[in-house]
């Protein structure tokens, strides 16, 4: 006798991005994203540093390791995330020892993991490239700068909102190939539970300084299509942009929730996410 049916909502997952020279001669920025049957889905955003010939190879060095240490073993779960995070280090530090060129390369690294199926989201990131989860125009959840200023501010000897005013604000603490204090990971204590039209935008510090929570938040409620939002976030950029400014990246990611008939018995997994150019 077959199995009863039920109906379950799960998530299809939407995404775009875009990485742009800015005012540089060359992007050191580099974005990345691998499935594993169709469920599990991580997105990954680097922002290198070092120079030319440095910080574009430890950019790309970090978004390899990270999906392959992912792919090893995709499971949902906050040791997945700090795994891949400790396997971009490794693979940065031991590419520093190819050569002065590469020596003192470094790389922020952000990253969000989704189960479609959970309808769960974690984050995780090291250094200032950041992590926002959009719920309409508000943020539900967000990564940690690991910055100087970003430090200032968690002792209470600076004002948040003065962030970007900071002479320093770039100046990092950690990241991937330059933790000297062993800095841990900011990574989600707990899953967030992701719902029907919410988004995810991981973006280099060239997006985050020239567009502030409350204007990102806006343009993600305004978008009707992860393809709106990307070209409304493109254009917010340029828009500010002064001539010489740095690199620019962004992976944009909407969740949409929908209903699959499915057999107790069955254990078929969702078929891939969307991905759009």
């Given at each position: 006798?077959?199995?009863?049916?039920?109906?379950s909502t799960v998530l299809q997952l939407a995404s775009c991005s875009f990485s742009h020279d800015g005012g540089r001669?060359?992007?050191?920025?580099a974005v990345g994203d691998c499935n594993a049957f169709g469920t599990i889905r991580l997105f990954m955003l680097a922002?290198?540093?070092g120079g030319q010939g440095g910080g574009d190879v430890a950019a790309r060095t970090?978004?390899?390791?990270?999906?392959?240490?992912?792919?090893?073993?995709p499971a949902f779960s906050r040791d997945t995330l700090a795994r891949c995070l400790e396997a971009a280090d490794r693979a940065i530090t031991a590419r520093q020892g190819e050569?002065?060129?590469?020596?003192?390369?470094?790389?922020?690294?952000v990253a969000a993991m989704v189960d479609c199926q959970r309808r769960q989201a974690l984050i995780a990131n090291l250094g200032d490239s950041r992590c926002y989860v959009f719920r309409g125009e508000r943020i539900v959840a967000q990564s940690h700068d690991h910055s100087l200023v970003q430090r200032f501010i968690d002792a209470g000897l600076y004002p948040a909102e003065k962030l970007r005013e900071h002479p320093k604000r770039n100046v990092l603490y950690a990241s991937l190939g330059a933790n000297l204090e062993d800095v841990e990971p900011f990574v989600s204590v707990e899953p967030l539970a992701l719902e029907d039209g919410d988004g995810i935008l991981l973006c280099s510090d060239g997006v985050?300084?020239?567009?502030?929570?409350?204007?990102?938040?806006?343009?993600?409620?305004l978008s009707s299509s992860v393809e709106a939002w990307r070209d409304l976030l493109?254009?917010?950029?340029?828009?500010r942009m002064a001539p010489g400014h740095d690199n620019f990246s962004a992976l944009l990611v909407r969740a949409h929730a929908v209903e699959r008939a499915m057999d107790d018995d069955d254990e078929r997994t969702l078929p891939p996410s969307v991905v759009l150019a």
């Open positions: 006798m077959s199995s009863p049916m039920n109906r001669d060359y992007n050191e920025d922002d290198g540093a970090a978004i390899a390791a990270a999906a392959a240490e992912f792919s090893r073993l050569g002065e060129r590469l020596a003192r390369m470094a790389s922020t690294f985050w300084e020239l567009v502030d929570e409350a204007t990102l938040g806006r343009l993600h409620a493109l254009s917010a950029v340029r828009g």
